[in-house]
């Protein structure tokens, strides 16, 4: 996998000049994200279509990088407390309504009649792509909905290490699976072993970093 933001030689002594001013809050962080059938990524008409990208591949959502269909090899170097999120009806323009919903708030919980939550589950991570290469790069990844199941079986392999969640390696790949709705695609992960010695410090310190400054992973 080549990084699309790999920094030549030449410029890598210089450091971000010129981005001090900038906060968590000013800047989007790239997401890995998993195409589906009604993404507009693969919608050639939409102004979001991303070339090559089809249905099943992993992509960047900022840069556009399409990882194809995997196995993506991935560090975590944060996780975050699982949060609820509360969005508007698309007939009522979308967005987020409330960012921080409790996960024993009701609006977490089905109806009497078996209305869906007002809220949304989400788990959230940054993720180091390709750790330890020349093109390793920092991307965020939010599980929701049909990945909660995926991110609960995450969880479940960084639990068995027994060591900080920066150390471990995994791999992402895409699924097909069936439900009531129709046919999606899901996520799989599994172990890949664990970082270099050489990059055990590097990523504590990125993992302090973003334990302490949280980043903000969905739109507003």
Known sequence: MTSLTTVPTYLDTTGPLGTEHLTPDDVQMPRLSLAQAMSDQVNKTHADYIDGVGVGDFFNSVSGQNYGAGPVRFSIL???????????????????VDRDVPLTDPRMLF???????????????????????PEEEMIGMSLAR??????????????????????????????????????????????????????VQKYADLYAGLKAVPVTLVDA
């Not at 944060?78 to 999120?85: H, K, L, T």
């Not at 109806?111 to 290469?133: I, K, M, S, W």
Request: aromatic fraction near 12%; glycine fraction near 14%; hydrophobic fraction near 30%.
């Open 78 to 96: 944060c996780s975050y407390p699982p949060r609820g999120i509360e969005f508007a009806p698309m007939e009522q323009g979308g967005g987020v």
């Open 111 to 133: 109806g009497a009649n078996g209305e869906p939550p007002q809220a949304t589950r989400f788990y959230d991570y940054v993720l180091q792509l390709d750790p330890g290469t």
């Open 146 to 199: 049909s990945g909660v199941r995926a991110a609960k079986s995450l969880n479940g392999l960084v639990r068995m290490r027994g060591t900080a969640i920066f150390t471990g390696i995994y791999t992402a790949e895409s699924i097909s699976k069936t439900s009531q709705q129709g046919t999606y695609m899901s996520w799989r992960f599994r172990n890949a072993g664990f970082i270099a010695e050489d990059s």
